[in-house]
């Protein structure tokens, strides 16, 4: 909004309103406007009622000044809606609306209204003001009347529930007094541009922001204060202010009798003083000492401390400038932990934060804090007390603040355990089903529910091994499940038999295996023979059942008549059999049995020696039946291989020896196996064979002992990864035919596989005349480390590089002595405070420890002192405190302490020593003569008490020297003092003598 250069009160107000109803006027409706008798101007609306116009008797402004005069005089001479207008301030409803006749000035119109939603309007002096419907208080340029104290109060005043925001939109010049000119305004929250009031000629603000409860904050540095005399109370009641800047105020003028404590906010807790700022005999408010703060002001920058009364007493802007706020009291919070052995601890565990008189707060531990009392070991269950100690700086002094963090550490209770199991392929499985049980750290039972269980891995589909992974607070048991193959089998056989023979159920059934390839006995079989009926001609199935597996045989019932009955049957390779196995029985044509003698049989097919089958027929009578043998291969087999051995070679029977499988074809070990190695010679060149028998099959090997002539000798090795390894390694040595050595360079050397990148085995083969040999060579990981720690001494401590070595393993892993390492310590210096590191170098691996030196803290003070003769003295006394080399409190009896030549019987000065860590500091000790007083017997009981006072005054610790006065009855006091008078004297004359000479 730009207001128009002033020419006069009723101008500005005209031209502002004019501007502020611009906006609004395609909103307005047609009204018809006339002027009565009486002159004024009067409108009527055909929309608006009496009710939508709301004059100046609704809402009042405060005191009416000239400006009054100047609005009633505009309200004259231009159009106007119905009602005059005798006041500087009026209010119009926000639903009004403004009409105008034909051919009317719209700005005559405009001038006499406010903005639609305006709360109210008006003039100080020269200078309008608008209350808008956002509550804002827009000030305008102008010159302001007087405001004294007692004097009339701002025309906005009665609408000051209303004002939420005070805006200076231009140059405000104020007068002499600019008293309570915004006091009041309870609801206002902000007031911008204050450096538009020009203050320059002002000499009073008394109370000028008083009472703003709603004001957190105000810029007054823009104040022009040189001419300010008085400023009472002018910030009184404005309690939410907290901080002030005040130090561009040229407070040189003010009359400090004039203003008091309330001329600041009541709850100022931060204040900026400048150069010219003048406090003179009156307080800042006290901060509160109430454990948040402590009682004091202090200066941020230079951390001085300051009560009010020193503070407003002493202030000295050419020295004192600055920054000032409520000194906080310092903190330090930690809190109590409970951990568990095995756990680890960190002091930031314990630490929460801490302060210091600023209020700076730290969230994380630094070198200030220092971390003191019991080491924390979490390998026992304890409780330890761990103090932290915040050392800040106040006023160019170090000041400490501490707090105790109780650890607690408790036996570790949590397991997991678990089991491996072996079920089968397609059997149901549970991760459960192999959890036995759990306990948390406090030793309570744990549900399976409640751990991480890891099954990723598990697949019951094949046969395999997987691992199952059970975890619970950290800890976790693997289970191993083995996964086999089922190898449950029922083997029968359909049959034939007639109505009335004895038949059971087990005369079908041959053979049965259990899921592990074990033989089934048929007892163990469900069998379902429900069906079966052997008294008349038909057929029956009977079902025999193991472990899930269920086969059915097909039983035939023919009448008995002429019949030869056989059945099938399975039998393996190389078996004893015969055409009679698969007879079962012959009838003649009239149901009379036959013997098998009398069938014909033909078992020209049969063949026992291979997998197949054959058929066999049984004839009697016109009568055939076949039998079908099933000849499985026997998986029994053991493999082994011919070698060529040389003379003096170490040989065994299982190096020849590949494997063997029994009939099911499960592995056999060697030692299951009869071996004949009886005929063995490796003393002399030749051959000799060995048997290796198992379940009735045997194969030979033969083993070839040759002389050694042509040969290549390799051997295997073992290396690390990283090493350099060249095929050359190996190489032992290698004979041309005739017995001479061969060098390895004719040789042919295949090393391809060679890999020293990564651990593994790898075959190199050298070969020479066609033959080979093979080494292999094996990588392993280098186990090689060298382990020390960081240390801290003190300057002077005897130190070596050993101190800092933990321990180091060889490539092997095995150990190492410390003696092994290469150490360089050239850069160790204990004679002063720093650090310096230490390498120590084993087989490439180098570890460095650092170590820091620490001045020693170590001190012992004491203090001198005098007694007198016959005083009752311990050397305790003269012992003030004593600190170790860490800075700790050393208690009087760790020290050694040598007072053997204090005698406190005769007057004299004494060293007595006291020594701790090699410090030795000395306290004398000074045994004086007690003074004595001799009384006259003649003196009055008043000269008595004024000759003991004088005694008593000499008498002191202090004195430098000392009169031994007569004791009543002693014969010699009055000669010692006469005698001690002389002498006094004639020093006194000999001092003299010799200054007067030198001069």
Same mark, same amino acid.
């Given at each position: ?26 909103? *307005? ?89 305006? =709360? ?115 910030? $009184?009641?404005? #309690? ?71 503070? @407003? ?55 200030? =804090? ?40 408790? /036996? ?24 036995? #049980?759990?306990? /948390? ?14 099954? #990723? ?67 163990? *079989?469900?069998? /379902? ?25 097909? =039983? ?68 055939? #039946? ?9 998986? @029994? ?6 070698? !060529? ?130 080494? =292999?060579? !094996? ?25 800092? $070595?933990?321990?180091?393993? /060889? ?83 760790? *020290? ?59 008498? @002191? ?43």
């Amino acid at each position: 909004m730009t207001i128009p250069s002033v020419i006069n009160s009723s101008q500005v107000v005209a031209d502002v309103i004019e501007n502020r109803l611009t906006q609004n006027e395609e909103d *307005l409706t047609p009204n018809e406007t006339s002027i009565d008798d009486s002159g004024e101007k009067t409108c009527e609306s055909n929309t608006m009622s009496k009710e939508t116009v709301i004059n100046n008797n609704t809402l009042k402004s405060g005191s009416q000044t000239d400006g009054a005069d100047f609005v009633s005089e505009t309200v004259a001479t231009k159009e106007s809606v119905e009602h005059t207008e005798p006041t500087e301030s009026k209010t119009v409803s926000s639903d009004q609306k403004l009409s105008s006749k034909e051919g009317g000035n719209d700005k005559e119109k405009q001038a006499n209204s406010s903005a639609v939603g305006d =709360i109210a309007t008006g003039t100080n002096g020269t200078s309008a003001w608008v209350i808008d419907e956002n509550g804002i208080l827009h000030i305008y340029s102008g010159k302001l009347p007087e405001f004294p104290a007692g004097g009339d109060k701002p025309s906005w005043f009665d609408y000051r529930q209303s004002i939420k925001k005070v805006v200076l939109e231009g140059e405000v010049i104020a007068g002499t007094h600019l008293d309570y000119f915004f006091a009041y305004l309870t609801n206002v929250t902000q007031i911008d541009n204050l450096n538009f009031l020009n203050t320059n000629a002002t000499t009073t603000m008394i109370g000028t922001f008083q009472h703003l409860p709603a004001l957190k904050q105000i810029d007054v540095s823009g104040l022009n204060t040189a001419s300010l005399v008085s400023m009472d109370s002018m910030f $009184f009641g404005s #309690s939410a202010l907290t901080t002030l800047d005040i130090s561009s105020w040229d407070m040189s003028n003010i009359d400090t009798w004039k203003y008091d404590t309330s001329a600041f906010p009541p709850n100022l807790n931060y204040i900026t003083l400048g150069k010219k700022t003048v406090l003179g005999g009156y307080y800042l408010n006290a901060p509160p000492n109430d454990g948040v703060y402590g009682g004091v002001w202090i200066n941020v920058e230079t951390k001085a401390r300051y009560d009010r009364e020193k503070l @407003t007493k002493t202030y000295d802007g050419d020295t004192m400038a600055g920054d000032y706020m409520w000194a906080k009291v310092p903190k330090l919070n930690v809190r109590n932990i409970t951990l568990y052995t095995g756990e680890s601890w960190n002091p930031q565990d314990g630490f929460i934060s801490a302060s210091d008189d600023l209020g700076d707060e730290l969230y994380s531990l630094t070198n200030d =804090i220092k971390i003191l009392g019991d080491q924390v070991d979490l390998s026992y269950p304890g409780v330890y007390e761990v103090e932290y100690r915040y050392y800040y700086n106040s006023a160019n002094t170090t000041n400490s603040v501490s707090g105790t963090s109780k650890v607690t550490v408790k /036996d570790n209770k949590t397991t997991v355990n678990v089991h491996d199991s072996t079920i089968y392929a397609g059997d149901s499985w549970q991760a459960a089903d192999n959890f036995d #049980s759990a306990l /948390d750290k406090e030793g309570n039972p744990i549900y399976f529910q409640d751990l991480v269980v890891d099954e #990723s891995n598990a697949d019951t589909s094949k046969a395999g091994t997987f691992e199952v992974k059970y975890t619970y607070d950290g800890v976790t048991s693997i289970a191993t499940v083995t996964v086999k193959e089922k190898q449950t089998t029922v083997n029968v056989h359909d049959s034939t038999i007639y109505v009335g023979d004895n038949w059971q159920a087990e005369d079908n059934f041959d053979s049965a295996l259990d899921k592990d390839g074990n033989d089934v006995d048929f007892s163990a *079989l469900t069998v /379902d023979a429900s069906k079966a009926d052997t008294s008349k001609v038909g057929s029956f199935e009977v079902a025999y059942t193991y472990d899930g597996i269920t086969s059915t045989a097909i =039983i035939t019932v023919k009448e008995k008549m002429t019949a030869v009955n056989v059945h099938d049957s399975t039998i393996y390779v190389g078996d004893n059999w015969q055409a009679e196995d698969n007879f079962d029985g012959a009838l003649d044509k009239d149901g009379n049995s036959v013997d098998f003698q009398d069938l014909v049989v033909n078992d020209s097919e049969a063949d026992t020696s291979k997998a197949g089958s054959f058929d066999v027929t049984y004839t009697y009578d016109g009568v055939t #039946s076949t039998a079908i043998v099933t000849v499985k291969d026997k998986m @029994t087999a053991v493999n082994v291989h011919d070698s !060529t051995i040389y003379v003096g070679d170490n040989w065994q029977a299982e190096d020849n020896f590949d494997s063997a499988l029994d009939k099911n074809g499960n592995s056999i070990d060697f030692q299951d196996l009869t071996v004949d190695a009886s005929q063995s010679d490796t003393s002399k060149a030749g051959s000799f064979k060995v048997t290796y028998t198992y379940d009735g099959i045997t194969s030979t090997a033969i083993v070839t002992v040759k002389e050694k002539m042509t040969a290549v000798n390799v051997h295997d090795s073992t290396i690390y990864v990283g090493d350099n390894w060249e095929a050359e390694n190996n190489f032992d040595g290698a004979l041309d035919k005739d017995g001479n050595d061969v060098d390895f360079s004719a040789l042919m050397v295949d090393d391809s596989k060679a890999d020293t990148s990564k651990a593994g085995t790898f075959e190199v083969a050298y070969t020479y005349d066609g033959v080979t040999s093979t080494a =292999i060579v !094996t990588v392993k990981e280098k186990m090689t480390t060298v382990n020390v720690h960081d240390s801290t001494i003190y300057v002077g401590d005897k130190w070596e590089a050993e101190d800092n $070595f933990n321990s180091a393993l /060889d490539k092997d892993g095995n150990p190492i002595d410390f003696q092994e390492l290469t150490v360089d310590a050239s850069k160790a210096e204990t004679n002063k405070a720093g650090t310096f590191e230490v390498t120590y170098t084993y087989d490439g691996v180098t570890s460095t420890a650092i170590v820091t030196v620490k001045e020693k803290m170590t001190a012992v003070n004491v203090h001198d002192s005098t007694i007198y003769v016959g005083d009752k003295w311990t050397a305790k006394e003269n012992f003030d405190n004593a600190l170790d080399k860490a800075g700790k409190k050393v208690m009087y009896e760790d *020290l050694t302490v040598d007072a053997s030549q204090v005698d406190t019987s005769k007057a004299g000065s004494y060293e007595v020593s006291y020594s701790y860590d090699g410090i030795t500091v000395t306290a004398t000790v000074t045994v004086k003569e007690k003074l004595s007083q001799e009384k006259p017997a003649d003196d009055s009981e008043h000269t008595s008490q004024e000759q003991e006072k004088e005694n008593q005054k000499k008498i @002191t610790p202090d004195s430098k020297k000392q009169v031994t006065l007569p004791k009543t009855n002693e014969n010699k006091s009055v000669v010692e003092l006469v005698a001690g008078v002389i002498i006094v004297l004639l020093t006194g004359v000999i001092f003299f003598w010799k200054k007067k000479k030198s001069e």
